[in-house]
């Protein structure tokens, strides 16, 4: 048996970077690196770009280069009477194959939204969540949004792109996610962090959106825009700015946390950054989230207002 010489070691694993765009892991892009990808000469090697934005008259405004329209809130619907619920597998499944989520590919996410209280930041977390769940293990958000591409004065386009069907992975990684009954088996326990993603205001109970007020009991407030730039709430602060802030908050990566929020996409957010910024290994989503664990009476006792506390 030959063997290969350091030089030729160093040579072929050259070749191999050069013949990749990007190394395959779920985080965030910048603004300048996106136009690149989806700027390649070779069109194998270009991302599949959504756009997540609710509005779709916005979409027809003005969009990234190649970028398919996926609506988040098409992903959810009601169940049983709670509304915005995450929509059964073989729907999600359809929807994401027809929008193009490709298991050998990159994917760029992005919605618009750079002040509160405009979130729309969270759509792009949301379908970010959604394609993890479901397997897929390349995706960026773009770090900055539509805001962000727009100040760098990168083009704009009001074309629309098709992307072929795509072809999901065979597993997906549905341990991500935790439901109510295990939820309340779980928050209790020693190193478990249960973290409310809302604003401090609906987290205390003054608001008049929620059918019962205030939070999970021993859950504490963290709300999701900490982690963002004030002047671009579609942009990520750096880790070594947030660290303390999290670490006060008692969120630390020996920890199991527990995220939730009122429909999810605020949570996705606080989580889609434990994990993947700040690399947390234990971050899982409560999906029902507020909207699902106000509406049930066998926990009426627990979710008496606690507005105040």
Known sequence: MTTCPLKCIVAATVVILAGSTVQAEIGIISTADARQLIEAPDPDKRPVVIDTRGGYKDYFRGHLPTAHHLNFDTLRGTERGVPVQYLPDDL????????????????????????LPNDEVLSASMVAYVLEKFGVEDIRIIDGGLPGWKKAKFPVTQEYFGNPSGTLPEQGKQDIAIAVDELLERKALQGVVLVDARPANEYLGDDDVWLRKGHIPGAISFHWARLMEPENTHQFRPLPQTKGELVAAGLTPDKEIIVYCGTSREGSLLRFYLRHVAKYPKVRLYEGSWKEYASLKQHSAETKEIRGR
């Open 92 to 115: 999600t499944k359809v929807l994401l194959i027809r929008a193009g989520i490709d298991r050998n590919r990159t994917h760029l996410i992005y919605a618009t939204g750079d002040r």
